[in-house]
Nanobody, 125 residues
Framework: QVQLVQSGGGSVEAGGSLRLSCEAS????????MAWFRQAPGKEREKVAG????????NYVDSVKGRFTISRDIAAKTMHLQMNNLNAEDTAMYYC??????????????????WGQGTQVTVSS
């Protein structure tokens, strides 16, 4: 059974930084697309960043480009989200997600099947 365990997050003032981590187990980490999503109160869940199984390709929602960096350590089976220059609009519950990349599919279009437990990020202005 796929397991994703998140750590990091917390509260920070605007302009500050936080780092989220997602430790994966019980699946072939190097064959799965990984991503970070977030959901703020009263808003729909949005994909913040995604990364390919080989870590060669990463993509970001426009609002975080240049501020957030997604990465993965295949050997350690861990994914990270480094968040810099945070602002109040980044306040949300953040979730890591994983899904197997089947032949002929793309990480940008797959439906994520497995989810972490979520971690709160709160940015005060």
């Amino acid at each position: 059974q796929v397991q994703l365990v998140q750590s990091g997050g917390g509260s920070v003032e605007a302009g500050g930084s936080l780092r989220l981590s997602c430790e994966a187990s019980r699946f072939p980490f190097g064959s799965y697309c990984m991503a970070w999503f977030r959901q703020a109160p009263g808003k729909e869940r949005e994909k913040v960043a995604g990364i390919s199984p080989d870590a060669e390709d990463a993509n970001y929602v426009d609002s975080v480009k240049g501020r957030f960096t997604i990465s993965r350590d295949i050997a350690a089976k861990t994914m990270h989200l480094q968040m810099n220059n945070l602002n109040a609009e980044d306040t949300a519950m953040y979730y890591c997600a994983a899904s197997f990349l089947a032949s002929g599919t793309s990480c940008s279009t797959i439906q994520y099947k497995y989810w972490g437990q979520g971690t709160q990020v709160t940015v005060s202005s």
